[in-house]
């Protein structure tokens, strides 16, 4: 249960995103800097039941998000015989490879998914936007995004509504001109009345957006920076900590065409 936008234009590359999880699990961490073995360095927060992730970006200008997926008729507990590897760990595995073409490579020629539960994975760079599908069975599905914004969603309880409703949402704020409460898309702190359980910022009784994480940088900047709200609020605005990375060969090959 997430809530992910993504604007990349030539100018900025934004990428904001809500994390939704069950109240009962144990509390996450504010962003760290780790560094892998091969000499990237890639900053996230931490998942503090499983150790993993669901967002993070490289010294390389390489973002990585991922949100659950659910099948029709499968269970919200992701693995419940426990066959299968936490997916946050995927993000750590993928980041530490440094470049987009080779977290790419990795991905379709080294990476197993048959390990995990079935997952939607965003890799982000100044170059492109990719999307990888796992759904527990044939090949790990790619797909290749070319959109100046785009959206998506995850949600274990009725599923194809909430993503629709938010979906709706999110065309009616970029309409309203994609206004912002200081460096935050308001889009990722709505929270509607009577729609609550539906809303980017989410609250049900069993589950609610817990943080919210925002990468930024300039194609062909010197830094990027991930920002980082938790417990947020309809009037949240500054967020709690504020990290800059600085970029290592980042936003060397040009953008595909697209409007700033």
Known sequence: MCTLSVHHTQADVLVK???????????????????SGDGVTWIAPKDGEKGGTWMGANDRGVVACLLNFYQPGESLLPDPEGRYRSRGEIIPLALSHGSDDAVVS????SFDPTAYPSFDLHVISAQAMRRFIWLKKGP???????????????SGWDSGDVIRWRDARFREWIERGEPKSGHLPTFHILQEQGHEDRSPLMTRDWSTTRSITQVQFAPGGGELTMRYWPHPQPDSQAPETSDSLPLVAAGAAPLKAKAP
């Open 17 to 35: 995103m809500n994390r939704d999880e069950m109240i009962a699990r144990a509390p996450e961490s504010p962003p760290v800097i780790s560094r």
């Open 106 to 109: 990795w991905l379709l020629e």
């Open 140 to 154: 790990l599905e790619l797909m290749e995004i070319d959109e100046k914004w785009c959206v998506y969603s995850s």
